[in-house]
């Protein structure tokens, strides 16, 4: 069949989920499928039966709600490219806010060659971005699961990050922070989500773990102990840098000054929600 029946008998199929995203959906699977950028300038081209076939498969999967970053196995966050695949956190576009107030802090100080730490860090995707814009950065990354950890080895060699240094251990436990000491700054988006937020996931998000997702009953879990044993890692007059979730704002706040962080800055994505919040300590 011409790639143009195929295209929409794909776009047919995902709009039944959804309408919205049935073109842009569609087209990255003929892009990653056809390796080609722009595979509708030649909508006559025949594709084969068994092209077709693998290319109806990964629509139909779409438009049974499967995420489309797992079905095309990458993402791009920062300008990079991220490999990606169940068991890894999906790099949001929200999470370019937390990059963007990290290198506000390292311009505002001058921190040409900063300690930094990654907490959480999943695909890698802030460290790497943090890395490829201050090169001369000492970064940390730290995380838990081993699936992730897959995912964060590939994406810091395939960025040419290779000298960040990876971490496999829990953020909740002081012998983790012990590891790293006289931090510039503490980045990090653990976990976020409430109790009542995980019985209401969508079927996509459904799809991505549960551990890079549930922050415990009220979603603070992870700012309330990580603030609390990393807060001697971090040098005085170092920052803390955290992503949260909508309205929680206030309370993140209040965790920091509990801590002894002060000046805390709010920042907010491209979407006006407060999204994160840098503290300095002193
Ligand atoms: C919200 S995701 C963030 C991933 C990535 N930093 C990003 O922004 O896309 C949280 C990550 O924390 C990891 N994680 C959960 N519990 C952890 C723990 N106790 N110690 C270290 N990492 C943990 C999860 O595996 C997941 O990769």
Redesign the pocket.
């Known amino acids: 069949m011409s790639r143009a029946e195929l295209f929409a008998q794909c776009r047919g199929l995902i709009a039944l989920r959804d309408e919205e995203s049935a073109d842009f959906d569609t087209t990255c699977i003929f892009q990653d499928m056809l390796g080609e950028k722009f595979p509708m300038f030649t909508p006559k081209a025949l594709v084969t039966d068994e092209k077709a076939a693998e290319i109806l498969t990964l629509a139909k999967r779409r438009s049974e709600g499967y995420p489309l970053q797992y079905l095309l196995g990458q993402w791009e966050?920062w300008g990079c490219n991220f490999r990606i695949g169940e068991g890894?956190?999906?790099?949001?576009p929200d999470?370019e806010t937390?990059v963007e107030q990290v290198l506000d802090i390292c311009h505002k100080k001058g921190l040409k060659a900063p300690k930094i730490a990654?907490?959480?860090?999943?695909?890698?995707?802030?460290?790497v971005a943090l890395k490829k814009e201050i090169p001369m950065a000492d970064v940390y990354a730290?995380?838990?699961?081993e699936?992730?950890l897959y995912y964060l080895r590939q994406n810091t060699v395939l960025n040419g990050c290779s000298d960040i240094k990876i971490i496999s251990?829990?953020?909740?436990?002081r012998e983790?922070a012990r590891q790293i000491a006289e931090l510039d700054i503490l980045v990090?988006?653990?976990?976020?989500l409430t109790a009542q937020d995980m019985s209401e996931l969508m079927t996509e998000v459904r799809h991505e773990?549960e551990?890079?997702?549930f922050g415990g009953e009220d979603g603070l879990d992870?700012y309330r102990v990580i603030t609390e044993v990393w807060k001697s890692s971090v040098k005085d007059d170092g920052y803390i840098v955290y992503?949260f979730g909508l309205e929680q704002h206030d309370a993140v706040k209040a965790i920091l000054e509990r801590n002894g962080f002060r000046d805390v800055e709010l920042k907010r994505d491209g979407a006006g929600i407060i999204r994160t919040a840098a503290a300095v300590k002193r």
Do not use: H
Not at 88 to 92: D, S, T
Not at 118 to 127: T, W
Not at 169 to 173: A, I, M, N, Q, S
Not at 188 to 192: E, I, M, Q, R
């Open positions: 966050f890894v956190l999906i790099p949001r999470t937390l990654d907490l959480c860090s999943g695909s890698g995707c802030i460290a730290v995380e838990l699961s699936k992730a251990g829990d953020v909740l436990k983790t990090s988006n653990p976990p976020y773990p551990s890079a997702l992870f992503e």
